[in-house]
């Protein structure tokens, strides 16, 4: 299984990215069955959980990015989306999805690459 981002770029604060990720060769009942999450890592920073989506369509993020990005899967698609709005300089980092909820550990898959965002001010 590969996970594959993509949808990041260059854009100025106020701005806004979708972000994209495919779970390239995943059995769809898997990807299904599964808890799906954007993490995102700034430089010089530990990677963090940004935002999660249940198997059952339920939705949390992180107090820092809440009102302003949302999660959201194509299950039939494998995909998991990040669409973000008003960004901020702050959000400036490579974006990665994974299983993932908040609060909850999970035997993870491997990370891909991540697509970089980058926010000027």
């Known amino acids: 299984v590969q996970l594959q981002a993509s949808g990041g770029g260059l854009v100025q604060a106020g701005g806004s990215l979708r972000l994209s990720c495919k779970a390239s060769?995943?059995?769809?009942?898997?990807?299904?069955?599964?808890?799906w999450a954007w993490y995102r890592q700034a430089p010089g920073k530990q990677r963090e959980l940004v935002a999660s989506e249940s198997s059952g369509g339920r939705t949390n993020s992180a107090d820092s990015v809440k009102g302003r990005f949302t999660i959201s899967r194509d299950n039939a698609k494998r995909t998991v989306y990040l669409q973000m709005n008003d960004l901020k300089p702050e959000d400036t980092a490579v974006y990665y999805c994974?299983?993932?909820?908040?609060?909850?550990?999970?035997?993870?898959?491997?990370w891909g690459q991540g697509t970089l965002v980058t926010v000027s001010s």
């Open positions: 994974n299983r993932g909820s908040f609060g909850t550990d999970y035997s993870l898959l491997n």
């Open positions: 060769g995943m059995i769809l009942s898997t990807f299904w069955s599964y808890d």
